[in-house]
T-cell receptor, first 112, second 115 residues
Framework: KAGVTQTPRYLIKTRGQQVTLSCSPI?????VSWYQQTPGQGLQFLFE???????NKGNFPGRFSGRQFSNSRSEMNVSTLELGDSALYLC???????????FGSGTRLTVV | AQSVTQLGSHVSVSEGALVLLRCNYS??????LFWYVQYPNQGLQLLLK??????LVKGINGFEAEFKKSETSFHLTKPSAHMSDAAEYFC?????????????FGTGTRLQVTL
């Protein structure tokens, strides 16, 4: 059974650019969440999608957005990148609420 | 707002010694509780979770955690540490009330295992 797949694994972007990260959840999982991990702020919740609808949103600026497709795959987009956006972005999927989330290996974004 | 506190950002134990990683939550209604482990350059792996069944929860790799409502705690233990246990461990919660389904994480505890 395939796990949560995130692509790409590593990404280097320049300030001001935009980036799109992709997440394929475990087959059958309808809830997909995104987290940002940095040494200074730790693990912070970005947003959660369930059946193509954003159900929860963390405290991040509007430059961070996401969406979920009908096959449950999800993308997150960060526009006008800043140096502080450098982080490990983790995607997680869950079969149903509070079941426990399975995480992908993450996308390491470096903004230069 | 729901929060979780992990005491000790770094814990060092000898191989074969008891591992004890501490986690306390702050809500009047006990939340769903989780422990995750993260190895270098990897995502998070679920070790175990407490939903509402037995208060002693057994997880993978020989880890277990005990939910104690009176102490608002969910400490992670392993009787005998192995070198491969060296990693960062995160305690996380999801509140039982409301519609929030996001995980709120503690700041993590880095476990070092020495010979």
């Amino acid at each position: 059974k395939a796990g949560v797949t995130q692509t790409p694994r590593y990404l280097i972007k320049t300030r001001g650019q935009q980036v799109t990260l992709s997440c394929s959840p475990i087959s059958g999982h309808r809830s997909v969440s995104w987290y940002q991990q940095t040494p200074g702020q730790g693990l912070q919740f970005l947003f959660e999608y369930f059946s193509e609808t954003q159900r929860n949103k963390g405290n991040f600026p509007g430059r961070f957005s996401g969406r979920q497709f009908s096959n449950s795959r999800s993308e997150m987009n960060v526009s006008t990148l800043e140096l502080g956006d450098s982080a490990l972005y983790l995607c997680a999927s869950s079969l149903w609420d509070n079941y426990g989330y399975t995480f992908g290996s993450g996308t390491r974004l470096t903004v230069v | 707002a729901q929060s979780v506190t992990q005491l000790g950002s770094h814990v060092s134990v000898s191989e074969g010694a008891l591992v004890l990683l501490r986690c306390n939550y702050s809500s009047s209604v006990p939340p769903y509780l989780f422990w995750y482990v993260q190895y270098p350059n990897q995502g998070l792996q679920l070790l175990l979770k407490y939903t509402s069944a037995a208060t002693l929860v057994k997880g993978i790799n020989g880890f277990e955690a005990e939910f104690k409502k009176s102490e608002t705690s969910f400490h992670l233990t392993k009787p005998s540490a192995h070198m491969s246990d060296a990693a960062e461990y995160f305690c996380a919660v999801i509140p039982r009330t409301g519609t929030a389904s996001k995980l709120t994480f503690g700041t993590g505890t880095r476990l070092q295992v020495t010979l």
